[in-house]
T-cell receptor
């Protein structure tokens, strides 16, 4: 069953804590993306990766970090430097960059 | 900055009617895509139209692109209650240093009443 899996579905962060959101795909896609969605808003790009061991900052990368050690995996860490982390986080992948993105089901991050 | 802006923000129609959503953008694009999102879920790709294309169809969906007006429209014909969702346009534009980026609008929330 091919697809893109995000976990956990819900995540709570305490003050000063770093948390990591998981994103795994078995679609054999080279490109992967992380977007943030706030209520009633569109998606804003945090980071993207076109190939293993390479990634670029999007529009709102401050307070976030990523790694791309394997083609299948693109985890996102929300650091304590991100002062307003409460949002719905979406991971996506695609065969060709910026075309026909496949999305995971999202992680809702909230602050305790 | 917001590249694509959908209009209207919300749309409510009766089942069987057609639904039209519009997207306007500011800078030149390589392609424009429409996605659908059910509440609390990920987005699903619907259709991609390239800058040199004017119209594309997929089932009950029809997308038009007018690059002179920097706008696109998504038409859903014979709507069903299951079409209730938010619809987003996304534009691929040059973001500098040889890179391109896909930018999403804020979406149109469509409600189809049975």
């Amino acid at each position: 069953d091919g697809g893109i899996t995000q976990s956990p579905k819900y995540l709570f962060r305490k003050e000063g804590q770093n948390v990591t959101l998981s994103c795994e795909q078995n679609l054999n896609h080279d490109a992967m993306y992380w977007y943030r969605q706030d209520p009633g808003q569109g998606l804003r790009l945090i980071y993207y990766s076109q190939i293993v061991n390479d990634f670029q900052k999007g529009d709102i990368a401050e307070g976030y970090s990523v790694s791309r050690e394997k083609k299948e995996s693109f985890p996102l860490t929300v650091t304590s430097a991100q002062k307003n982390p409460t949002a719905f986080y979406l991971c996506a992948s695609s065969i060709r960059e910026n075309e026909k993105l496949f999305f995971g089901s999202g992680t809702q991050l909230s602050v305790l | 900055s917001q590249q694509g802006e959908e209009d209207p923000q919300a749309l409510s129609i009766q089942e069987g009617e057609n639904a039209t959503m519009n997207c306007s953008y500011k800078t030149s694009i390589n392609n424009l895509q429409w996605y659908r999102q059910n509440s609390g879920r990920g987005l699903v790709h619907l259709i991609l139209i390239r800058s040199n294309e004017r119209e594309k169809h997929s089932g009950r969906l029809r997308v038009t692109l007018d690059t002179s007006k920097k706008s696109s429209s998504l038409l859903i014909t014979a709507s069903r209650a299951a079409d209730t969702a938010s619809y987003f346009c996304a534009t691929e534009t040059y973001s500098g240093a040889g890179s391109y980026q896909l930018t999403f609008g804020k979406g149109t929330k469509l409600s189809v009443i049975p």
